[in-house]
């Protein structure tokens, strides 16, 4: 089974393979810098009691309720906006595949809509936030929580616009011609339809007999 799963791809090179690699680990050092400074700020403020510490237990529920309602929605939402983009990409890698320029020219720049990273910023800030303000039994057991909240949140959306991103996808540009990648999609499709329109003007029209 785990031979299965690091298997090599026969299909890609050592080449495409430390890109991808080295892609991914400077994604992984952004993720790293940025739940450090988040964590930084927090523990500063922990430090100097602010904004405030709640350690009431009806406040402390009433907080873990909410944290795990923004966590599912969260999660939720996230799922699926990733269920949605991989579909698109896999439908990219297969016109990729069969050389089929105009699906692949509808698809490319498919994207999530902005609202709904909002909607997933969201709660993710709001579990952040709320996770920030308890009282915890030592600095360094709240720095864990609030390094690892902010990495996921951070991991999410990282992942989420390279994976909209063609041009970050190193199989893809492989594969296709550079064109494809770089030549705006609103030109592609209006040329494509005066070639279309071309093509039915050029071909032979049926002949109309009318009843004698």
Known sequence: MLR??????????????????????????????????????????YTFKWPFHTHH?????????VIL????????????LFGQVRSRNA???Q???????AKFMAKRDEKIQIMMHAVTGFFGA????????VEYSSIWVGGTVIFFESAVIMVYFISMFEMQDVSKNVWICCTVP????KQPSAEYFKKHRAELAKTRESAPQPEVRTAA
């Open 4 to 45: 299965e799963i690091w298997k090599l791809n026969p299909n890609r090179d050592w080449a495409s393979r430390l890109a991808t690699l080295w892609h991914n680990v400077w994604l992984m050092l952004e993720t790293a810098i940025f739940a450090t400074v988040i964590t930084g700020i927090w523990m500063t403020c």
């Open 57 to 65: 237990e009806a406040d402390l529920i009433m907080i873990n309720t």
């Open 69 to 80: 309602l923004c966590a599912a929605i969260f999660a939720f939402v996230a799922g699926t």
């Open 91 to 93: 439908e990219l890698a």
């Open 95 to 101: 016109a990729a595949l069969f050389g089929e320029e």
């Open 126 to 133: 709001s579990m952040l936030f709320l996770s920030g303000i």
């Open 178 to 181: 550079k064109h494809w990648i």
